[in-house]
């Protein structure tokens, strides 16, 4: 059997890349590499006890952002990546990543998009006094955290103040909703609302 | 028993005023009068049903919008307001309504606030394509929808395009978070946080 091949991208301790290896690796798809930006990473050491191929891009082995990137993608390329996955990936990817990953790179955001984009979401929902928080999945683009929205959970936490309490509460969130994401994406199960291109809908096609 | 006084301002079908009508009005609250700026809406025929006074605010027949909210506010002390509830009130209230109710005045927004503030809430979520809509109950300070939050309320809607099926679907949270937030404001059952004063917290003193 024929897995579709997907390059996981992470920066941290990789929670989100083992919820990944334990849901979808071998069954639904072929993680064939996780790359990092952070050379002695937690996530590189999870995708080694799962043997998979590792590869990391610090910044500062390249001239700049897009050097860098289009090596990222070269290697992605080669390892044969369809899909894209930024598990706590914390760099911004120029074009020279995106380019030759269109609409095939999902992140994971902790907020409810379009509130609280880039870093420290939850610290910044806790900052506004909002009650609830969540998580999204989007395809990325050439903005931060503005892709078409693919899944989004939510969870009541009205007397949270504690960003880790926070991030604690969310995390199965995540763990849920990225290989689920994943899993529709690699089999077509996303299609853009005609009424609406950035609209993303399921399939009818798929289940 | 003497009740908190409440007055209750709306525009339109005045659904969220007949839900405190029927959880809060003779019970917890005494709500002694709705005014509204639509002569003839639907939310003055049910505080007529419920025998509660009315008053009317048409915008012709001020000089500016100030001389009418003076007026409104003046009308509001003189019934004894102690809380301004804003049930699908939609006029923009100017200081000249505000400052003798400063922290007194709460609003029920169809989104997660800080997400789609202003007019249409639901329609500017449906075109953003998030699978997550939700009600937040805010004090209302001279923003458009930024005030300090008291409770919100989230439901996930994965597959809606239409506005009016979304509205349909987080009305009964309204129904149910309104009513609470002004049970619990007569009741000084919110405090400023004192790390971060517009996150609103539950008093100790109160359930």
Known sequence: M????????ASGSGTNLQALIDTLHGREVDIVGVGSDKPG?????????????????????????????????????EVGAQVVVLAGYMAL????????????????HP??????????AIEQA????????GVTVHLVDDG????????????????????????RAIQPIEHRLLPEAVRLLVAGGFEPDPEN???MRRAVSSG
């Open 144 to 167: 931060v955290d503005t892709g078409p929205v693919l899944l989004q959970g939510a969870i009541e936490l009205p007397d949270a103040t504690d960003p880790e309490e926070v991030h």
């Open 2 to 9: 024929i897995l579709p091949r997907v390059v996981v991208l």
């Open 93 to 108: 990817l120029t074009p020279a990543f995106l380019d030759p990953f269109r609409e095939r790179v999902v992140n994971v």
């Open 111 to 120: 907020s409810l998009l379009p509130a609280f984009t880039g870093l420290h």
């Open 197 to 199: 291109p950035r609209r």
């Open 41 to 77: 990473c937690r996530a590189l050491g999870r995708a080694e006890e799962a043997r998979i191929a590792t590869a990391t891009f610090p910044i500062a082995d390249y001239a700049d952002r897009a050097a860098r990137d289009a090596a990222m993608a070269a290697w992605a390329q």
């Open 126 to 133: 806790l900052a506004y006094g909002v009650k609830v928080f």
